[in-house]
């Protein structure tokens, strides 16, 4: 399968361009700066322009998209939702005039439930239920969660209207095996938000729900909410249901599940399920 990789040299992209090289896929690697030792060529681009876009899809039968910028990145509000959502249409346009037949992207839980750092005061807002997972209505609080809901928009039209397959993935926290175990010693959590259920993924599991994705090619629109089924907090998941979520009805027990986070849909759509499902050692 050819593949359009963007974002290619980042925490999240080069993993998944190693494991889909590793899978046997053709990959067009992209990215706006220059990383060595990629498995594959990387060629540096610009997605705001939009006439390279064109040139990237050409002949691509899938898009993978993870090139946006993040909220940390100290841009102002302004800058970051225009240029995320600059880029986003830029590519997705041209993946649907040139024939791409599936766009993967790299939206974020945050759609969910995000305060914006500016509001300091404002309260945490609990999701509507329990377990978490991909049926969440959008509840963006802040410039980055909004530009990742109204992509996830363009992804809902470019399917109704061209139709082309897109799923969102709502990627919780991703930690790289070389920097968890100490994030965990020196903070001893690594997501205590309990509006995004406190949920974690490894880098190697982000790279291969992608991968399971490409293979089954699910049909439509989707969004997924991926999570390793244990909680990145020390607190057992009991605990964390009394303490947070006390009035927060449940549509399952979590407490059978064995988590916040409801993975079934993907499993169903995909096979996937993740690898790595318990917090690293400190």
């Not at 959008?138 to 897109?166: D, F």
């Not at 399952?252 to 399920?273: F, H, K, M, N, Y």
Request: aromatic share 8%; with cysteine.
């Amino acid at each position: 399968m050819k593949v359009l990789l963007t974002g290619a040299r980042g925490g999240l992209g080069f993993p998944v361009c190693r494991h889909l090289v590793e899978a046997g896929h053709d990959v067009r690697a992209v990215d706006k700066e220059y990383r060595a030792q990629l498995p594959v060529r990387l060629e540096v681009v610009d997605l705001l322009h939009r006439e390279t876009c064109y040139r990237l899809t050409e002949g691509m039968d899938t898009v993978v998209h993870l090139a946006n910028h993040p909220r940390d990145t100290g841009h102002d509000a302004q800058r970051l939702f225009n240029e995320n959502v600059t880029m986003n249409m830029n590519l997705f346009q041209a993946a649907a005039a040139t024939g791409v037949k599936q766009i993967v992207f790299a939206s974020s839980i945050q759609v969910i439930a995000a305060r914006d750092p500016q509001q300091s005061n404002q309260p945490p807002e609990l999701p509507p239920y329990l377990p978490l997972d991909g049926d969440l209505p959008a509840n963006p609080g802040n410039p980055y969660a909004l530009s990742k809901h109204v992509s996830e928009q363009m992804l809902r039209y470019y399917h109704h209207v061209y139709g082309v397959h897109t799923v969102a993935i709502r990627f919780p926290v991703i930690l790289r095996p070389e920097w968890a175990s100490y994030y965990i010693k020196k903070h001893r959590w690594i997501n205590a938000d309990p509006q995004e259920g406190f949920a974690f993924l490894m880098s190697q599991d982000a790279a291969s729900l992608i991968g399971a994705i490409l293979r089954a090619h699910p049909p439509g629109f989707r969004i997924y909410l991926p999570a390793a089924r244990c909680p990145g907090s020390p607190k057992p998941l009991p605990e964390l249901v009394r303490e947070f979520y006390a009035d927060v009805p449940q549509r399952q027990p979590v407490e059978a599940l064995g988590s916040l986070v409801d993975i079934s849909a993907i499993t169903r759509d995909t096979g996937w399920s993740p690898q790595f499902n318990e917090l690293p050692s400190a």
